[in-house]
């Protein structure tokens, strides 16, 4: 239940919900022990998520890359940037990534380094088929209705929010028992 919630995030377009999961990424307390592969998970799951989500959680990453390497491991760090690889569709957010390895790289295990290499390549591409392709894809979404999607009034919120109640309440069970 937990594992569909928090894949779950990457929909969301309300600011507050997804500040408060990358809070949670370095919450580590006794009262509610948050184990690495939920760190991870809330991480990718943002990542793979929609525009709002893959920022914010690049943001965070880039800001936090120095105690988030000294919490996950090399092999949770390196998935981190593969579904970023696989995931960046924006020139802004492949800028973040290069920014990030700029910044971070002697922080960096081999590994690591070769993954966000691997991502920065892998986005570079994508971004390059993207660019070739963009009027085809643009005028087949126009011909298709894609452009006029109304947003919810309250931004998808008050799910987000009743969801996070719930699996809230249902972690909670799972760490008291």
């Known amino acids: 239940l937990v594992d569909s919630f928090i894949l779950s995030l990457g929909c969301s377009r309300d600011v ?7 809070d ?10 948050i184990p690495n592969s939920l760190r991870d998970h809330i991480l ?11 920022q914010l959680a690049l943001e965070y990453i880039s800001s936090n890359y120095r105690s ?18 696989a995931n960046i569709n924006s ?12 910044t971070n790289k002697g922080l960096m295990s081999v590994a690591v380094a070769d993954a966000v290499q691997r991502a920065i390549s892998y986005a570079d591409e994508t971004l390059d088929w993207l660019d070739k392709h963009s009027i085809v894809i643009s005028k087949w979404l126009v011909s298709q209705n894609y452009g006029s999607a109304a947003l919810p009034d309250d931004n998808g919120a008050n799910i987000i929010v009743q969801s996070g109640v719930i699996a809230a309440m249902a972690f909670l069970c799972v760490v008291i028992r």
């Open 16 to 22: 507050a919900v997804i500040r408060f999961y990358l």
């Open 24 to 33: 949670m990424v370095h919450m580590d307390g006794p009262g509610l022990p």
């Open 44 to 54: 990718v799951s943002l990542i793979k998520g929609g525009p709002t989500t893959r």
């Open 68 to 85: 988030l390497s000294e919490i996950l491991q090399e092999r949770q760090l390196s998935s981190l940037f593969e579904a970023m690889g």
């Open 91 to 102: 020139r802004v957010e492949y800028d973040m990534l290069v920014r990030l390895k700029d």
